[in-house]
């Protein structure tokens, strides 16, 4: 195919570029805990980002000044969301948004290299959007695999429009993105950057089997240009704040040498190599069965590629395979993991759209007497499918609550009766206290970690202020029960919790005072 002919099919008409925005905001502003249809979103990893974020805009520096384990990248994020909102989650709701809209969009692109969409056929993307947003790993939204993964379905666009175009090499101007987005990933958790090696080793080996030397020197140069473009502002930051050493220690080696690794699960998980083949494919598997609605939409994914025009398909399953083997080697690397790492891997799902298309044309073309009709059924029955979809996802008992009726904003009345106070949040992550309360920690390790047991210094540091008497009020969980000299529990309460496996469960926290 012509690359006029190939831009000509992947251009967007305003009509389609609109309806996928729209789908796409919609589904966030439904799904996502962060929206304003939410009193607040209480999940811990979200809420960490968004006192890092509010501490940016106050002055402080990640790391040096509040101890947190993702990428600053992340944080500089949220701190743009806190320049729209301290109070809320809205900055957050609305980055979710353009970042699902960047999905939405590049998804459709996809299906338009392979398919010819008849004029419905967008009715589709709605509820393909709130079936990938509605899965459980989602949780409540605002994390960082959900920032990331469409960020990967622009690349993976790119590397397909190559394929479809004849030289399965992209453009200088499209490696020049893909660098300034393998700096994205870099900085907001290096372990995202797997696909991203699948993707450039697939640009090398492809270059050199066409020898295609002279352009891939230049797209090396283009893709490193973008690369030092995105981080050259994080690392001038650090260094004009002094920080380089902690920007070091806590995102780099705490992360690589620290972090909790768990006992192994298997003998395979114990053995040098094998572990490095064995850890992601078990990881991949158990959590594919773990999460069903995720684990059929990756595996109708792979089924997808078949059908792909065979001119085209081997490429694009080289392609396929080689990023995302490299993209679980990289985020499953320890035997013991966190079920969202998977949801990175979200990118691939817009290639359920061919054969979806593909259907949906066929189906106008059995019942082409009356095409208006069938497309009509079908376009209602997606729309129906889409609501269900979306309001049945696991967040929908927060939907137009009040903030109290959440403990993070009862707790907060208790807490703003004292000026200016100090909390800490011991033995449990960063829930939302300090965001309630209108207050940022007054200390560096200001939440639980991970990496507690490896790293004695957080619980040395807390150990020591509370002795001190050094904060006003301390919150922890429900089932952490202290008996400390100078402060007295006031408050404990324990509410129902939707947790990541959309199950109901007992959750809660204790407040104490300061005697």
């Excluded at 969009?105 to 996809?110: N, R």
């Excluded at 990881?283 to 792909?308: D, E, H, Q, R, T």
């Excluded at 106008?364 to 079908?378: A, D, L, V």
């Excluded at 490896?454 to 040395?460: H, Q």
Aim: glycine fraction near 6%.
């Amino acid at each position: 195919m012509r690359s006029t002919e190939l831009n000509a099919k992947g251009k967007l008409t305003k009509k389609e570029l609109a309806l996928l925005i729209i789908s796409a905001t919609v589904t966030i502003t439904v799904v996502s805990a962060c929206s304003p249809l939410y009193p607040f979103n209480p999940w811990n990893d979200a809420n960490c980002f968004f006192t890092l974020g509010r501490g940016i805009k106050h002055g402080l520096v990640p790391y040096r000044d509040l101890y947190e384990q993702k990428g600053p990248l992340l944080y500089f994020i949220y701190a743009l969301a806190a320049l729209i909102s301290e109070k809320s989650f809205t900055g957050a709701w609305i980055a979710e948004c353009v970042f699902a809209s960047l999905f939405a969009v590049f998804s459709w692109k996809t299906a338009k290299l392979f398919t010819e969409p008849s004029k419905y056929s967008i009715a589709v993307m709605p509820l393909f959007l709130g079936l990938t947003y509605t899965t459980r790993i989602f949780n409540f939204g605002g994390n960082a695999e959900e920032i990331c993964f469409p960020l990967l379905a622009i690349v993976l666009y790119f590397g397909l429009k190559a394929i479809v175009n004849g030289n399965a090499l992209p453009s200088r101007n499209e490696a020049l993105i893909c660098g300034l987005i393998t700096g994205a990933l870099f900085w907001i958790k290096y372990t995202f950057i797997g696909f991203m090696i699948g993707f450039c080793l697939y640009i090398l080996i492809t270059a050199i089997r066409q020898k295609e030397f002279k352009l891939l020197g230049a797209l090396i140069l283009r893709f490193i240009l973008g690369f030092v473009i995105l981080s050259a502002p994080i690392l001038i930051y650090f260094a004009a704040t002094g920080s380089l050493k902690y920007l070091w220690e806590a995102y780099f080696y705490n992360n690589m040498f620290l972090y909790h690794a768990g006992e192994a699960k298997s003998k395979l998980a114990s053995i040098p190599v094998v572990k490095n083949i064995y850890i992601p494919i078990y990881a991949a598997v158990n959590l594919c069965c773990k999460y069903p609605k995720f684990g059929v939409m990756l595996v109708l994914s792979i089924v997808s590629l078949f059908f792909i025009k065979k001119e085209y398909r081997k490429k694009t399953v080289f392609l396929f395979v080689i990023t995302l083997a490299l993209s679980l080697g990289f985020i499953f690397t320890k035997s013991s993991f966190i079920y969202y790492y998977i949801y990175l891997d979200a990118c691939y799902f817009c290639l359920i759209l061919i054969p979806c298309i593909t259907g949906l044309n066929l189906l106008s073309k059995t019942f082409k007497q009356n095409p208006g009709f069938m497309q009509g059924i079908i376009t209602g029955a997606l729309v129906i499918l889409y609501l269900v979809t979306a309001l049945l996802n696991k967040n929908t008992y927060l939907i137009f609550q009040k903030k109290d009726f959440l403990a993070q904003y009862r707790y907060a009345e208790i807490i703003n009766q004292t000026p200016d106070a100090k909390i800490l949040t011991y033995d449990v992550m960063d829930s939302g206290f300090y965001t309630a309360a209108g207050l940022l920690p007054q200390n560096r390790f200001f939440c639980y970690l991970n990496i507690e047991s490896n790293y004695p210094a957080i619980l040395e540091e807390k150990d020591r202020l509370i002795e001190a008497g050094y904060f006003d009020f301390i919150v922890t969980s429900y089932f952490c029960e202290r008996n400390w000299d100078n402060y007295v529990l006031i408050r404990e309460e324990a509410d129902t919790y939707i947790d990541y496996t959309g199950e109901k469960t007992l959750d809660g926290y204790r407040l104490y005072k300061r005697v």
